[in-house]
């Protein structure tokens, strides 16, 4: 039994809640106020899937983890630039899963077209903070108390990483689904895939159950 990435289905939407739900209801990590239904994760997946990746890192038939790209803006000319993020479960932290999980999707949204990927994270949040500028994010501003959430105001920082070089007039981004046709996203998921397999004895070691939690 290994740990391994793919893209996420909406049978996967049971395990994305199990992470997601907590940091909704328990934190100012996310600024929604309800728990998404796994029916909504569901449809949330299969809209992304339409145009981004959504990722997860499986292992033993549970999700220990997921990220995803978004549209960072719906005006047209934003469309080179996407927003992104990586939740974790808190008994797969350390053993590299954010890291290879956003790794991989940076990898593919290059062979898309994407040029900027953007990350908001809620303050203060330093092991968020740390894995973003770990790979590469600068930041690049904040907004003040701009959020209110379980009785308190809250600001948000945001953080930019180049994914490639912006230069001259840029053909329009791939939809996700027409690069399933080849080879090369395959690729890149297996390279990632075997970057957690040395881990494999720590991953064994380490789950069965526990607390979850974002990472990133």
Same mark, same amino acid.
């Given at each position: 039994?290994?740990?391994?990435?793919?893209?996420?289905?909406?049978?996967?939407?049971?395990?994305?809640?199990?992470?997601?739900?907590?940091?909704?209801?328990?934190?100012?990590?996310?600024?929604?106020?309800?728990?998404?239904?796994?029916?909504?994760?569901?449809?949330?997946?299969?809209?992304?899937?339409?145009?981004?990746?959504?990722?997860?890192?499986?292992?033993?038939?549970?999700?220990?983890?997921?990220?995803?790209?978004?549209?960072?803006?719906?005006?047209?000319?934003?469309?080179?630039? /996407?927003? /992104?993020? =990586?939740? /974790?479960?808190?008994?797969?932290?350390?053993?590299?899963?954010?890291?290879?999980?956003?790794?991989?999707?940076?990898?593919?949204?290059?062979?898309?077209?994407?040029?900027?990927?953007?990350?908001?994270?809620?303050?203060?949040?330093?092991?968020?903070?740390?894995?973003?500028?770990?790979?590469?994010?600068? !930041? =690049?501003?904040?907004?003040?108390?701009?959020?209110?959430?379980?009785?308190?105001?809250?600001?948000?920082?945001?953080?930019?990483?180049?994914?490639?070089?912006?230069?001259?007039?840029?053909? $329009?981004?791939?939809?996700? !689904?027409?690069?399933?046709?080849?080879?090369?996203?395959?690729?890149?998921?297996?390279?990632?895939?075997?970057?957690? $397999?040395?881990?494999?004895?720590?991953?064994?070691?380490?789950?069965?159950?526990?607390?979850?939690?974002?990472?990133?």
């Amino acid at each position: 039994m290994e740990a391994h990435l793919r893209l996420a289905t909406a049978e996967d939407a049971a395990g994305i809640r199990a992470i997601y739900a907590p940091i909704v209801r328990d934190t100012p990590i996310s600024f929604e106020l309800n728990p998404p239904s796994s029916g909504e994760i569901a449809a949330r997946v299969q809209k992304t899937l339409t145009q981004y990746p959504w990722l997860v890192c499986a292992y033993g038939g549970q999700v220990l983890a997921y990220a995803y790209a978004g549209a960072h803006s719906e005006r047209a000319a934003y469309r080179w630039s /996407v927003n /992104v993020s =990586v939740y /974790v479960r808190a008994d797969a932290r350390r053993l590299g899963v954010g890291r290879t999980l956003y790794e991989t999707l940076f990898a593919i949204l290059r062979m898309q077209g994407i040029f900027r990927a953007y990350a908001g994270i809620t303050l203060p949040n330093p092991a968020s903070v740390g894995l973003h500028e770990s790979l590469g994010f600068r !930041p =690049v501003g904040a907004f003040e108390r701009v959020g209110y959430k379980l009785g308190s105001w809250h600001d948000v920082g945001y953080w930019q990483l180049s994914l490639q070089s912006a230069t001259g007039p840029p053909a $329009a981004p791939i939809p996700l !689904p027409a690069m399933l046709n080849g080879s090369a996203a395959q690729r890149v998921l297996s390279a990632g895939s075997e970057r957690l $397999a040395r881990n494999g004895d720590r991953f064994a070691k380490t789950f069965g159950g526990g607390n979850q939690t974002e990472f990133g």
